[in-house]
């Protein structure tokens, strides 16, 4: 724009990278803090390097059911990215074209990400309750005995997550779809190609690594999620869950530990989505022409 | 929403049977709750349950000696009061920091490859859970925490600072470092927009560095403000987590109140509660919206 670097670029980038110390810093010092050694605690100075603190995270000890917190936490992520994708896919091709309450539809997944979660999860949570209610004193007997809660992992809280990762992948479709050629489309359809087969053929190859994106999105979402969690999700913590209830009780690194190996999922977890886009990036520009290449 | 919006014959599936799976979700899990919000908010309750015969109690017990009390406040009042202060602080202090790093990224980096790399950088932190972006401040502010042994190393102070942590600024701070990136992305996205010539034109005009930012950018950026600061001051009003656990329990907020009468099973109240909040939240965004028209923008 101008040339020449004037005085305010470099005040402006000590500024960036103070922000981005900011951002960092903490994070590297509990990274840091988790490899303590046995006798260390939750501070400075470190009393040597061990993995003492992951062993015992690992065995279990001191800290109740992290194993089952993390297994679950894992199913319903896996469950909440699969229907964020397939959902939204469908939605974002449906409001490509017109339909009845579209608008309403819009600003009802928009709403969702501004009401605050703690109301949304008091809803959920007074809906199933009064769903017991309901089904305690009317349902057949066969339902009504031995019935405890409806509420669970796989029903108010897998809802409760999809409020809150489907506005997201909705936003994300409009964003892909407003991108996309057209006249690929039109090609296919010239060509002969069933609405379906368009779709299946023409379509989806080329938005696959955006709606890999989607699936990201929703899964590291519901993998950190808890206020929406935190009345609707049942009986038994998420992992982010036990994070936030040991919060006020651990006194030792324990607490850094469980930090540091969540993240180091979160990671891997985006490194084999960028690396499987980036793998499909290259097989698109290697075999499909210039398909693509919006 | 600028879907474009040309008509794609012969549809194999109707638009509106590829909406419903979607729209069901929202029914089923957002907006039938919130019904349910509201109408337990009307009820009556007991130690052990919510009776369902129509009362205004949970309102009138929220809002008890609201009125006798003047010219003191009222609890629910003091706690609105000053989970507003939370607010506007927290929306100063990311606005401020999110504005000036969207600015350098937007007009001082210049190749669009050092800006992504620089942006992705921003957001990498955000792959982690709050929570643990939260206890990364203990080992910093705690009483025997690294800026406490740097001050009290440098004699600036001879005990420990006690107010570091658990305390109304960890809060704030914890707010600023989780939530400033949502200030970053839409004024960013505002800068991009701007017409680079209209920047030149005022140079060209004798317009100084900050008459050009402050007469032609920051105009320009107010949408991507505005939408930054519905999502800051609305995260801030309903949250309970960062409170809680930066605050020690210990300090009270509007999202919080919600949270603690749940705690003690009392739906009604916690209903009437979240009912109050809600309609707080939308009389801010309202007000936000009415400076800039959000939905022409998005």
């Not at chain 1, 020449?4 to 000590?14: I, N, Q």
């Not at chain 1, 400075?44 to 679950?72: C, T, Y």
């Not at chain 1, 994070?243 to 490194?271: E, H, K, N, R």
């Not at chain 2, 007991?46 to 015969?53: G, I, S, T």
Request: aromatic fraction near 12%.
């Amino acid at each position: 724009m101008r040339e020449g670097r004037s005085p305010a670029f470099y005040a402006l980038a000590v500024f960036f990278a103070a922000f981005v110390l900011f951002l960092y810093g903490p994070m590297i010092v509990i990274f840091i803090l988790s490899f303590q050694g046995p006798s260390g605690g939750l501070t400075f100075p470190m009393n040597g390097v061990s993995l003492h603190w992951f062993e015992r995270l690992w065995q279990g000890g001191g800290i109740v059911d992290i194993a089952g917190a993390f297994k679950r936490s894992l199913q319903l992520g896996i469950v909440v990215m699969i229907l964020t994708v397939a959902l939204s896919l469908s939605a974002g091709l449906a409001f490509r074209k017109r339909f009845f309450g579209a608008g309403a539809l819009f600003f009802v997944a928009v709403a969702s990400l501004i009401v605050p979660s703690i109301v949304t999860s008091l809803g959920i949570a007074l809906e199933f309750r009064l769903l017991d209610d309901f089904l305690k004193s009317h349902g057949p007997a066969l339902i009504a005995d031995g019935l405890t809660t409806t509420m669970g992992l796989f029903t108010s809280g897998l809802g409760a997550h999809l409020t809150w990762t489907l506005p997201f992948g909705l936003l994300v479709m409009f964003a892909i779809f407003n991108r996309f050629d057209q006249r690929y489309e039109e090609a296919a359809r010239d060509l002969g190609a069933t609405p379906w087969q368009t779709l299946r053929h023409v379509v989806l190859p080329i938005i696959l690594p955006s709606v890999i994106g989607v699936g990201l999105f929703g899964f590291t979402l519901s993998w950190d999620e808890i206020a929406r969690s935190s009345q609707a999700i049942g009986e038994r913590n998420t992992l982010p869950m036990e994070l936030q209830a040991l919060t006020t009780t651990v006194t030792t690194p324990d607490i850094y530990a469980l930090g540091t190996a969540t993240t180091g999922v979160s990671f891997l977890v985006i490194a084999l989505a960028l690396g499987a886009i980036a793998i499909l990036r290259a097989r698109q520009a290697r075999h499909g022409s210039d398909a693509g290449q919006a | 929403m600028s879907t474009s919006r040309s008509q794609i014959e012969s549809p194999a599936v109707p638009a509106w049977l590829q909406a419903a799976p979607f729209a069901l979700v929202f029914l089923v899990f957002f907006v039938l709750p919130l019904v349910f919000v509201v109408i337990v908010s009307f009820w009556d309750y007991n130690d052990y349950e919510m009776l369902p015969a129509f009362t205004t109690r949970s309102y009138v017990e929220s809002f008890e000696g609201c009125w006798t009390q003047l010219p003191d406040l009222c609890t629910i009042l003091k706690t609105y009061v000053s989970t507003a202060k939370f607010c506007f602080i927290v929306w100063a202090a990311t606005l401020a920091i999110g504005f000036t790093v969207a600015y350098f990224l937007a007009f001082h980096v210049r190749s669009i490859t050092t800006q992504m790399v620089l942006f992705l950088l921003c957001t990498i932190p955000f792959w982690t859970s709050n929570v643990i972006r939260m206890i990364s401040w203990i080992p910093l502010l705690g009483r025997n925490g690294l800026v406490n042994q740097l001050l009290m190393n440098a004699h600036l102070t001879a005990t420990p600072l006690e107010w570091l942590l658990y305390s109304p600024f960890s809060v704030a701070l914890a707010f600023v470092h989780l939530f400033t990136f949502f200030m970053v992305v839409p004024i960013f996205n505002s800068m991009m927009r701007i017409d680079r010539t209209l920047i030149e034109a005022a140079y060209d005009s004798g317009a100084s560095a900050w008459q050009t930012l402050w007469s032609v950018v920051v105009p320009l950026c107010k949408p991507g403000i505005v939408i930054g600061s519905i999502f800051v001051v609305t995260i801030v009003m309903g949250d309970f987590i960062t409170f809680g656990v930066m605050g020690g329990q210990q300090i009270a907020s509007a999202g919080k109140v919600v949270e603690t009468r749940l705690d003690a099973l009392q739906f009604p109240p916690a209903a009437a509660n979240a009912v109050i909040l809600l309609g707080v939240t939308l009389l801010i965004i309202v007000a936000l919206n009415r400076i800039v028209d959000v939905r022409k923008e998005l």
